[in-house]
């Protein structure tokens, strides 16, 4: 079946530690988004890249870093400069199509905790 | 300012009552997106309806249903004879014209009871 896998779905991290969450999609998706959730919050986006070799911050960039050598895989790594890195992280994927804005298709998440 | 508002944080209903999810949104964009999506307790987003600026016909489907209303800048969500299932984090969000964002507002959680 095509879908996004994320994994680990629970990941714990040390202080001064980097964590990298994995994304990959088989459903052939040029564009792939990161997305933190907090309780009782939207979500936000961190990173996004619309083609492969090429992304863009969003709006809390900071402490985070990715990368897209492939299509099918968006990794996110939470750096140890995110000194609140508590939270629910969500990826998606989407087609990319001019003037038009398709829907986000998102994965069942990583729940990141500090130890 | 671009902005979605759901001022309604949790609901709860008894089933098969009807349930409106309201959602409120600022842009100062013509042509826009708006969304509506499901969290259910698994954690994924479901997606259930995209609806562009220029289209405010409401839409049925099944028992749910949507409410454009471009001159209140809404974009309600009703539940028709609601469902134990149903319980879930929904979310709205708004997506500029060509953009790759989207803006969430911050959920209505809804319980549905036996």
């Known amino acids: 079946d095509g879908g996004i896998t994320q994994s680990p779905k629970y990941l714990f991290r040390k202080e001064g530690q980097n964590v990298t969450l994995s994304c990959e999609q088989n459903?052939?998706?040029?564009?792939m988004y990161w997305y933190r959730q907090d309780p009782g919050q939207g979500l936000r986006l961190i990173y996004y890249?619309?083609?492969?070799?090429?992304?863009q911050k969003g709006d809390i960039a900071e402490g985070y870093s990715v990368s897209r050598e492939k299509k099918e895989s968006f990794p996110l790594t939470v750096t140890s400069a995110q000194k609140n890195p508590t939270a629910f992280y969500l990826c998606?994927?989407?087609?990319?199509?001019?003037?038009?804005?398709?829907?986000?298709?998102f994965g069942d998440g990583t729940r990141l905790s500090i130890l | 300012a671009q902005k979605v508002t759901q001022a309604q944080t949790e609901i709860s209903v008894v089933e098969k009552e009807d349930v409106t999810l309201d959602c409120v949104y600022e842009?100062?964009?013509?042509?826009?997106?708006l969304f509506w999506y499901k969290q259910p307790p698994s954690g994924e987003l479901v997606f259930l309806i995209r609806?562009?600026?220029?289209?405010?016909q409401n839409e049925i489907s099944g028992r749910y249903s949507w409410n454009f209303q471009k001159s209140t800048s809404s974009f309600n969500f009703t539940i028709t004879a609601s469902q134990v299932v149903d319980s879930a984090v929904y979310f709205c969000?708004?997506?500029?014209?060509?953009?790759?964002?989207?803006?969430f507002g911050s959920g209505t959680r809804l319980l549905v009871r036996p």
């Open positions: 998606a994927s989407s087609i990319r199509q001019k003037d038009s804005n398709q829907p986000q298709h």
């Open positions: 459903l052939n998706h040029d564009a």
């Open positions: 890249s619309q083609i492969v070799n090429d992304f």
């Open positions: 842009t100062r964009d013509t042509t826009y997106y």
């Open positions: 609806r562009n600026s220029f289209d405010e």
């Open positions: 969000a708004l997506s500029p014209y060509s953009s790759y964002k989207l803006i």
